[in-house]
């Protein structure tokens, strides 16, 4: 049994009100050496905000997120030159890159466009970014874990070391900031959308992805499971609706929301629902099982089985789109305005 961890009582980060409903509650599931603890899932009564009231205190965060944790070593699991040639890999790639091209055609500078990676991790995005034929793309990025940010700078990239809200970075420096499943990460969402804000030129993009709580399999599987929950590293979860007034409020113009496929949050959920399965002591089987057959952290390797799933899954989340008009994972591109 691991010991618990600190936690602290929140409002609502968006509108303050403290006044939240019970939603659900879970527990870390995909990685062994974390915590116990149980938490819970509320919405803001007044502005509909979803966020883990309590949630784990900053000073936890080498808790919550181990050595071994996934984001930190994308660039290693792409290994070999022929694991780079796999068919995941180079999807993965295309589906990056094509995002991008589509942010930098509204950027200031279309021509050598300056771009920072807000959890920029060991860098495989920003790699990939460099590897724009048509447009030479200056990169940067930020993240708090040291040895990730030691790779990205061996990389060639500038990177900022620490958490995005408090790092020193100039002002007005940057034509397109990226931060792809950050936000809901962080302790103060309003404030690093502040940031964003601040460090754009007039007229840069804010490329902000996140999970949507209000998709269909959100509301499926609402009870515990959704894999979007990411317990207990998901702080604060958002719909088109809320989404939308934080950037009004923070001063953003809401250029467009896309909803693209999610496929890791379906993988979670499984992984979720068939470790929960069974009496009490057949868990620990239940969850091998689950391990085997949704590796919450392998995911991201490039094999046969990953493929699969991630062409399967992909396939069920564009069928909800045509259905729905969304997805359960959110980009909404904000544009900070030129001021005469």
Same mark, same amino acid.
């Given at each position: 049994?691991?010991?618990?961890?600190?936690?602290?009582?929140?409002?609502?980060?968006?509108? *303050?009100? @403290?006044?939240?409903?019970?939603? #659900?509650?879970?527990? $870390?599931?995909?990685? #062994? !050496?974390? #915590?116990?603890? +149980?938490?819970? /899932?509320?919405?803001?009564?007044?502005? *509909?905000?979803?966020?883990? &009231?309590?949630?784990?205190?900053?000073?936890?965060?080498?808790?919550?997120?181990?050595?071994?944790?996934?984001?930190?070593?994308?660039?290693?699991?792409? =290994?070999?030159? $022929?694991?780079?040639?796999?068919?995941?890999?180079?999807?993965?790639?295309? +589906?990056?890159?094509?995002?991008?091209?589509?942010?930098?055609?509204?950027?200031?500078?279309?021509?050598?466009?300056?771009?920072?990676?807000?959890?920029?991790?060991?860098?495989?995005?920003?790699?990939?970014?460099?590897?724009?034929?048509?447009?030479?793309?200056?990169?940067? =990025? /930020? !993240?708090? !874990? $040291?040895?990730? /940010?030691?790779?990205?700078?061996?990389?060639?990239?500038?990177?900022?070391? =620490?958490?995005?809200?408090?790092?020193?970075?100039? *002002?007005?420096?940057?034509?397109?900031?990226?931060?792809?499943?950050?936000?809901?990460?962080?302790?103060?969402?309003?404030?690093?959308?502040?940031?964003?804000?601040?460090?754009?030129?007039?007229?840069? %993009?804010?490329?902000?992805?996140?999970?949507?709580?209000?998709?269909?399999?959100?509301?499926?599987?609402?009870?515990?499971?959704?894999?979007?929950?990411?317990?207990?590293?998901?702080? +604060?979860?958002?719909?088109?609706?809320?989404?939308?007034?934080?950037?009004?409020? +923070?001063?953003?113009?809401?250029?467009?929301? @896309?909803?693209?496929?999610?496929?890791?949050?379906?993988?979670? #959920?499984?992984?979720?629902?068939?470790?929960?399965? *069974?009496?009490?002591?057949?868990?620990?089987?239940?969850?091998?099982?689950?391990?085997?057959?949704?590796?919450?952290?392998?995911?991201? $390797?490039?094999?046969?089985? &990953?493929?699969?799933?991630?062409?399967?899954?992909?396939? /069920?989340?564009?069928? %909800?789109?045509?259905?729905?008009?969304?997805?359960? &994972?959110?980009?909404?591109?904000?544009?900070?305005?030129?001021?005469?």
């Amino acid at each position: 049994m691991k010991s618990g961890i600190k936690k602290v009582a929140v409002a609502c980060n968006t509108c *303050g009100a @403290d006044d939240a409903e019970f939603v #659900t509650e879970g527990s $870390e599931h995909e990685y #062994t !050496d974390t #915590t116990d603890d +149980v938490f819970t /899932v509320v919405r803001c009564r007044a502005c *509909g905000l979803f966020y883990l &009231n309590p949630r784990p205190d900053v000073s936890e965060l080498k808790t919550i997120y181990p050595d071994s944790y996934y984001a930190y070593h994308l660039q290693k699991q792409a =290994g070999t030159c $022929e694991n780079r040639r796999s068919p995941l890999y180079q999807a993965r790639r295309f +589906v990056y890159l094509s995002r991008l091209r589509k942010a930098l055609r509204l950027c200031p500078d279309t021509v050598n466009p300056s771009v920072l990676d807000v959890g920029c991790a060991d860098g495989r995005a920003l790699n990939w970014y460099k590897q724009l034929p048509e447009i030479a793309v200056e990169t940067y =990025g /930020v !993240d708090f !874990d $040291e040895p990730a /940010v030691a790779r990205a700078r061996q990389a060639g990239h500038r990177v900022f070391l =620490g958490r995005f809200e408090e790092a020193e970075i100039p *002002g007005e420096m940057f034509d397109l900031v990226v931060a792809t499943h950050v936000i809901e990460h962080v302790a103060d969402p309003k404030a690093f959308a502040r940031k964003a804000f601040q460090v754009l030129k007039p007229g840069g %993009i804010f490329l902000c992805e996140t999970p949507n709580a209000d998709a269909a399999d959100a509301r499926l599987f609402r009870n515990r499971h959704w894999g979007g929950y990411h317990f207990p590293r998901h702080w +604060v979860l958002y719909t088109p609706q809320s989404l939308r007034r934080l950037a009004a409020e +923070v001063g953003f113009e809401v250029v467009r929301l @896309d909803f693209h496929p999610a496929p890791a949050f379906w993988n979670w #959920t499984f992984h979720s629902l068939i470790g929960s399965l *069974g009496p009490p002591g057949a868990r620990g089987a239940m969850r091998h099982l689950a391990d085997r057959l949704f590796p919450p952290v392998a995911f991201q $390797e490039n094999n046969l089985r &990953n493929l699969l799933a991630v062409s399967l899954f992909t396939s /069920v989340d564009l069928l %909800i789109k045509a259905a729905t008009g969304q997805t359960s &994972n959110m980009a909404a591109v904000l544009r900070r305005p030129v001021y005469k």
